[in-house]
């Protein structure tokens, strides 16, 4: 699976943002999927992640209930929408995703991920 991540940009603070992740080279049909972020000099980190049916998500503490991570997987897709950004949100953003075998977890380690998209930045400004 090849993954492609786009939608970032610069917003001010409490704008919106809505990321998206288009998969090709296989279907995402039984994928889990996640998004991670990393900002300068800090580790990589799980923001959210979703399904392969997209029944479930979980959400890292500090992004409950601002973000939300969805799928279309008839048109091998992914987004992230993102409301009431802050300038601790800024950072290069990645989606994964991993095959399942039909298990319906969300998965929240980047080992677990074994498909990456190339990142997208997002900026936010104070």
């Known amino acids: 699976v090849q993954l492609q991540a786009s939608g970032g940009g610069l917003v001010q603070t409490g704008g919106s943002l809505r990321l998206s992740c288009a998969a090709s080279g296989r279907t995402l049909y039984m994928y889990a999927m996640g998004w991670f972020r990393q900002a300068p000099g800090k580790e990589r980190e799980f923001v959210a992640g979703?399904?392969?049916?997209?029944?479930?998500?979980y959400y890292t503490d500090s992004v409950k209930g601002r973000f939300t991570i969805s799928r279309d997987n008839a048109n091998e897709m992914g987004y992230l929408q993102m409301n009431g950004l802050k300038p601790e949100d800024t950072a290069v953003y990645y989606c994964a995703a991993r095959y399942t075998h039909g298990d319906g977890y969300v998965y929240t380690a980047g080992r677990d991920y074994k498909f990456w998209g190339q990142g997208t930045q997002v900026t936010v400004s104070s």
């Open positions: 979703i399904s392969w049916s997209g029944d479930n998500t």
